[in-house]
């Protein structure tokens, strides 16, 4: 089978390297003249373990190409899939503008029929909006499936070639049949046959849920903090329940990401432009959103209370940029928003990310100063945000940063990456999320009784 990819993002590059792995042969379109050189010249424009080998293997033994020319990549493919972006619109909904510019343009390279498959999450209701910009331009017989993709950013190879599941939202026989020829390599462990709405919506569904736990979570933990209590134990209290389970229960400095942020907001406009209010999509993002807020004001508070002069003049290290580990996506990381925070509060800022420095460079420019090693970020800075979980922090020993960071300084670990206890006589202060602060002893006496200092 000969199949087109159009878009090689992420969910578009790792679908067409994987199907070229199972022996399709994949043409896959890309736009944007710099990615599209990176990818000719053998370069892979994103980190995702497993890609960069298949890739040049694929390419090697020819059953994977790249170009730019639509016309030329859908001669002969007998599904084109369309794995192109979908951000957040201003008003919070989806925005397809691409996604149907896309499905135009397939529509009028087409030579003969073909099944046209929806990878990029869209709103209920975009397989009707597909199928009418694809008949406006084309005679041949094209059918809409709308097969929405689940990967994992950091995993998506090894999710997309042992998917947990496989959804095809189609009520067309030999469409369903094409699709489940083209995923049996993979085997996935459940393949949902349903019409489109249901498949469109479901995506939306899951990544919601996700997001309403990870709000629900954070909001428990900044009761903890506001009672004393600590949300580790909550957590493994929560956790232990087979009913809820332990996913996705860990507590951070609020979600970000290229999905679950614009996913939740389109879901509660969905359902306003549907004449319904989604309370717990609205309130998520909002959860979220104040969670975030809430972080920074405690970064803030503590900066200014350490430093006699304000904020202005602090020198902070990050560590981690992306919006988690295994990535170096930045989209709506909470890190980033952060940072240009007390940029504008005229902080000095110098971070490390051992995969995201060159895209954070790109995005953040000069006014960061960027280290290629967290020990260097940490020299003599008055405090340390820890903004993502990149398993290499953890592994630096706590008396490592008390030799490194100037003394009384503060680390803020947004990701409960590191053990509170120890930092007792490290001379750090150390906040984290939903646990009790630890503050030097000369602190916690100002906070515990302001009339003897
Ligand atoms: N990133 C994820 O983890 C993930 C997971 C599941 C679903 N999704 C969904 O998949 C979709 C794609 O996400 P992504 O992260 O891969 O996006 P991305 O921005 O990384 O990639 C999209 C690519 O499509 C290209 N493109 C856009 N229009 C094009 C056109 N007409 N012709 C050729 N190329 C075109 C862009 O230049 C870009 O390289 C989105 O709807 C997203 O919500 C993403």
Redesign the pocket.
Known sequence: MTVTI????????VAAACFAEAGTRVCC????PG?LQRLLDGEIP?HEPGLQSLVARNLARGSLRFT?D?ASAVIGASVVFL????PCGADGS?DTT??L??AR?VGAALTGPAILVT????PVGTHRLIAAVVEAVTDHRVVVVSN??????GH?VSDFLRPERVVIGCTDPQAVRALRALYAPFSPRAIHVMDPASAELA?YAANAMLAARVAMINELAALCEVQGADISSVVEVVGSDSRIGSAFLQPSAGYG???LP??VLALALMGRRAGLRLHLAAATHEANEAHRQRWLQRIRARLADQHEAGLAGCTVAVWGLAFKDGTD?LRHSSVVALVEDLLAHEVTIRAHDPLALEVARAELGDQVSWCTDPLQAIRGADALVIGTEWPGYAAIQIPVLADHLRPGATVFDGRNLLCPDQFADTGLGYLSIGRPDRLPASAERERVCPACS
């Open positions: 159009v878009g090689a993002g992420y969910v578009g590059l379109v890309e736009r944007d990615r994103l730019a639509m794995a192109v972006g979908t989806a691409d996604l510019a896309a343009q990878k990029s999450t869209a929405p993709e689940f990967l994992r950013e998506a995506k990401g290229s999905c614009k996913d996506d």
